[in-house]
């Protein structure tokens, strides 16, 4: 079955996200494709226009139980909307997602300024239900709805001097309030080795449980690297820039003594004030070991063969 994948105009649907995530795993189980419109941001104003079509069962993802979709989209971290973790929720609806573009530079074959619309048309989306964990100790469970950020990178044709790969999030003081007060260095920064940035695992995400993501979420596209601690997956991508060096990141910039280029989650590598043995998934109350990678050692270990991690955290 061929299904449109982009529409404009999406009118509000009576339908509850969850329901329609509901009915979208009935049906990815059934082995359909799955049709139908994905809703938009929770009460968010600006919605987006994009629409999800088709989703596939991801090639990968964990069967953990997933963080309920309430505490997905109420406790997050998203400075440009400010610092406390319900500040996202309550502010990011002015965001404007919709028209987005994002611009493709440097060391590449094709340059250029991209609808989003055309920028991820040609990849099929995926779920992937991945582990999250921030560096401040907890972590959630999420299914996302995207596509291999490598799949991407292929297309605009990387040069042999490509060996990074360098995010920026939308730089507007108007619509990210946050960016008023000099928390970091706006805009927000952060970058991946090549083979970091096209390892399988990584994905540009466009929606989480069955629905476009919300602007809380890092609308309309984000960066989601599961071994990582969660800042490196950065929010509301305005800016791909192909490097020959090494980008020098938002946090890197703040607090270079904290927050390394790297940041693989590694239990063995204490942040100076979090150690990073135990997280907290959110909804339980005891605390579960952290497991180097974040548990994804034996996708991503080889990587970093002959590193020394406490060195290159
Ligand atoms: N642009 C931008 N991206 C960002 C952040 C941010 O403040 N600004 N916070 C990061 C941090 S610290 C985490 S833990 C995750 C949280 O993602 P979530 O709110 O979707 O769970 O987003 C990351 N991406
Ligand atoms: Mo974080």
Redesign the pocket.
């Known amino acids: 079955m061929r299904i449109k994948r982009w529409e404009s105009g999406l009118s509000e649907s009576e339908v509850t996200p969850e329901a329609v995530y509901r009915d979208r795993r009935r049906l990815m189980k059934a082995g359909l494709a799955v049709a139908g419109a994905a809703l938009a941001g929770v009460g968010s104003p600006a919605r987006a226009r994009l629409v999800l079509g088709e989703v596939h069962p991801g090639a990968y993802g964990t069967d953990e139980e997933k963080t309920p979709l309430k505490d ?1 989209t109420s406790y ?5 909307f400010g610092t406390s973790k319900s500040d996202p929720a309550e502010y990011a609806g002015r965001l404007k997602t919709d028209p987005w573009s994002v611009s493709i530079e440097g060391e590449c074959a094709r340059p250029g300024r991209h609808a989003l619309e055309d920028l991820i048309r040609p990849h099929p989306l995926e779920e992937r239900i991945y582990r ?1 964990r ?1 560096v401040e100790g907890w972590s ?1 469970v999420i299914p996302w709805i995207g596509f291999p950020l490598g799949d991407l990178i292929r297309r605009f044709e990387p040069t042999s001097k490509a060996k990074y790969v360098e995010f920026e ?1 939308l730089l507007d003081k108007q619509q990210m309030p946050g960016q008023r007060r000099r928390v970091l260095d706006w805009p ?1 920064v952060e970058g991946l080795r090549m083979d970091e940035a096209l390892h399988p695992l990584t994905i540009l995400a466009v929606g989480l449980y069955g629905q476009v993501l919300p602007n ?3 609308a309309p596209l984000r960066l989601v690297v599961p071994w990582k601690y ?2 490196k ?4 991508i305005v800016r791909i820039r192909f490097r020959e060096t090494q980008p020098t990141t938002a946090w890197m910039k703040a607090s270079p003594r904290e927050y390394g280029f790297y940041s693989n989650v590694n239990p063995e590598v204490p942040h100076p004030r979090w150690s990073q043995k135990r997280e907290r998934r959110i909804g339980e109350f005891r605390k579960r070991r952290t497991l180097m990678f974040n548990g994804y050692a034996e996708e991503v270990a080889s990587l970093y063969s002959g590193m020394d991690l406490k060195k290159y955290f």
Do not use: A, H
């Not at 997050?76 to 440009?80: K, L, Q, R």
């Open positions: 997905v997050n971290n998203f400075y440009e999250l921030c959630m999030t927000y809380q979420n890092g969660g800042f997956s950065i929010k509301s």
